[in-house]
């Protein structure tokens, strides 16, 4: 039986793709973005058929599949759920300090949401169940888009 041969190919192809694409936030995340950028508010969607607040807002249930119309305002704190370090970016370099990232649940919402864990120099500062807070950019340097959000800093 012959036996495999060993490839000496790179596991990375490094190459360009000249792609142009244009991203849309459709209906329910038009309202997110919009009360964001205007208002610096948290904009959900909850469903009246299961009871379920998505942050940010979405046009349809993901769990029943309900129109979602009623929206609501949640607050800008809230629980911190998980959290993950990111030593590396996407291209394999080193990241000085570290990123960390986290999931939060914020009050009035029963989705999660993820983003930048704002001042955390050591995981140990890091609890998970712990309070966070989202900070909001000032309204003269928001763009009307998830970056409006600094991130969220730990209570």
Request: aromatic share 8%.
């Amino acid at each position: 039986m012959k036996q495999p041969v060993k490839s000496k190919a790179p596991s990375v192809w490094p190459g360009e793709i000249p792609i142009q694409s244009f991203y849309t936030a459709g209906s329910g995340g038009q309202i997110f973005f919009k009360a964001l950028k205007q208002d610096g508010k948290l904009i959900g969607t909850r469903c009246a058929t299961c009871a379920q607040v998505y942050v940010p807002a979405r046009s349809f249930c993901e769990r029943c599949f309900s129109a979602l119309t009623e929206t609501v305002e949640v607050k800008r704190t809230g629980r911190l759920v998980s959290y993950t370090i990111c030593h590396f970016d996407r291209d394999r370099h080193p990241l000085n300090p570290p990123l960390a990232l986290g999931l939060a649940q914020l009050e009035g919402a029963t989705t999660l949401m993820l983003h930048h864990l704002l001042d955390v120099t050591s995981p140990d500062e890091i609890k998970i169940g712990g309070k966070v807070e989202t900070i909001i950019k000032q309204r003269t340097k928001r763009v009307g888009s998830i970056l409006d959000i600094e991130g969220f800093r730990i209570v």
